[in-house]
Structures are given as C-alpha cells and as structure tokens.
C-alpha cells in the first residue's frame, strides 16, 4: 500500500513557477515509478510526467517539455515537479500517481494522491 499526499500548488501569474510536492507513504516508495498527471474542468486526466523507480528515465507530454521537471528523492519518499514558465492551458488539478513501472497510461497506475490545484493567471 502506498499513501501519496501532494502540495504546492496555488494561484501564479503566466510566466511564473511553482514546484509541487508528492510524499509518499510507506517502506516500498523506491520500488515505485512516479507520475503527475492533471485534470483540467470539463477535459479529462492526461498525463505530464512520469518517472522511473530509479529516478533515471524521464518521460513528459510534449505540452510541458522543456518547462516542467520530475525529480524523486527516495530518501524522502518524495517525488516533486518543478513547474516554470507556466502558461494559463496549465490551470488543472494535479495528481501524483505511483505504479510498478512509468507509463502515459492514467488507469494503469495503482495509487493516487487527493490532488492539488494549480491556476495561472493571464
């Protein structure tokens, strides 16, 4: 069983950042792949990043690469996303989500998080 629990988001300007948060509960956070998905009203969930148990492979959607980062720090059983250059098409909720393995796929993920509210302002 993993817990996931996310923080950081909140309301930013067009142009600025945020960095959210996913904590993890439980021994087995390092065996897990991490990925941040978003759901925005009226769409449904797509996917922003994912990355290996190992934090080594990095996967993003092509809307967010070279402005987001996904990072893991197993020690803190801690998973972040680092959010610059935000654009207001980012105003979502955000979900971290842990699974045997980094996939695109939102349904093939074992465990979620409540989710955070991101919105930019333009």
């Known amino acids: 069983q993993v817990q996931l629990v996310e923080s950081g988001g909140g309301l930013v300007q067009a142009g600025g950042s945020l960095r959210l948060s996913c904590a993890a509960s439980?021994?087995?956070?390092?065996?897990?792949?991490m990925g941040w998905f978003r759901q925005a009203p009226g769409k449904e969930r797509e996917f922003v990043a994912a990355?290996?148990?190992?934090?080594?492979?990095?996967y993003y959607a092509d809307s967010v690469k070279g402005r987001f980062t996904i990072s893991r720090d197993n020690a803190k059983n801690t998973v972040y996303l680092q959010m610059n250059s935000l654009k207001p098409e980012d105003t979502a909720v955000y979900y971290c989500?842990?699974?045997?393995?980094?996939?695109?796929?939102?349904?093939?993920?074992?465990?979620w998080g409540q989710g955070t509210q991101v919105t930019v302002s333009s």
């Open positions: 989500a842990a699974d045997r393995r980094a996939t695109m796929i939102w349904d093939e993920y074992d465990y």
């Open positions: 439980g021994r087995t956070f390092s065996m897990y792949a």
């Open positions: 990355v290996s148990w190992s934090g080594g492979p990095t």
